[in-house]
């Protein structure tokens, strides 16, 4: 079973080939990070595989009809600005609205959802609030929550830990993992290695709109990848705990 599937996926914006190539497979139960240096195209793949952008080649989640994709897959994209000023839990509850018919009011079922959602990224307290005023860490995990509440097989979620405490990043990447661990599949962003590889089923490396490496964290996370990539050194370790990295020293001056 895949739960997306891209096939051969370029993307060209302004004249420039900013995704070459690209093909990837995410099957229910992996948890998929998606890592690479600052304008690798980890944005463009994850917008070209909903059909935001126009592209070549073929995404199996493109391809389908918009509300079945909205059923399909929960998207979180990586602006984290909130414009509305609705309650934390109306800001939620939009998760919703692709299990909703036109004008139908939440069912218990939606309700538990939200309530689920706000439960895992710590929110349940700010459920009254006006999103507008909660703080900047706090705004992108309710648009977790958001996310999280659509309850779809797949998220694609670009860079969900950015702007997070050190709890909360953990806690949203054991939340990822343990959908994975349910069944499901996600496909997120990620710019700290150390949590990618100790969190994440398996990895895709981009470099330059292409695909490098694609496999078990310890297996693309190499010191050579991370030089020719990423221009950093690293300290890599096999614990008892699983696999641990940490970045240490640039290896040349970065532009
Ligand atoms: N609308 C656009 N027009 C032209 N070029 C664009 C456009 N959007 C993105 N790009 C370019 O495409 C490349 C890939 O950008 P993308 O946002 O996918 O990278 P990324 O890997 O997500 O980067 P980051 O880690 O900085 O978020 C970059 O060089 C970027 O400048």
Redesign the pocket.
Known sequence: MTALELRHLSVT??G?A?LRDVSLRVAPGELVGLI??????????MRAALGLVPFEGESSLAAMPPATRARTAAWLP?AREIAWPVTVERLVMLGRLPHLAAGQRPTAQDRAAVDAALAATGLAQFRHRTATRLSGGEQARALIARALAQEAPLILA??PTAGLDPAHQIATMQRFRALADAGRAALV?I?DLGLAVRHCTRLVM?DA?RLVADGAPGRVMTPERLAQVFHVRGYFADTAEGPVFQSLDLLEKVE
Do not use: I
């Open positions: 914006l302004r420039r900013v690479g240096p600052n304008g690798a195209g980890k944005t463009t793949l990586q670009d860079e962003s710019h981009l709109g």
